[in-house]
């Protein structure tokens, strides 16, 4: 028998997933052959040992 709690807590992660990638400013816009390419974004150093 399937628990209703990992199906209920999978589908609204999924649900939140969703959510999150629908809201992106992104998500309309194409861009065209004559705009600027995107600034890069910054990588973060978190947990990076530099040596």
Do not use: C, Q
């Given at each position: 028998?399937?628990?209703?709690?990992?199906?209920?807590?999978?589908?609204?992660?999924?649900?939140?997933?969703?959510?999150?990638?629908?809201?992106?400013?992104?998500?309309?816009?194409?861009?065209?052959?004559?705009d600027?390419?995107?600034?890069?974004?910054?990588?973060?150093?978190?947990?990076?040992?530099?040596?």
């Amino acid at each position: 028998m399937i628990d209703n709690f990992s199906l209920g807590l999978t589908h609204g992660l999924m649900l939140l997933a969703v959510w999150y990638l629908l809201r992106r400013p992104d998500l309309d816009r194409e861009a065209g052959p004559r705009d600027e390419a995107p600034a890069p974004r910054k990588r973060s150093t978190w947990g990076r040992r530099d040596a």
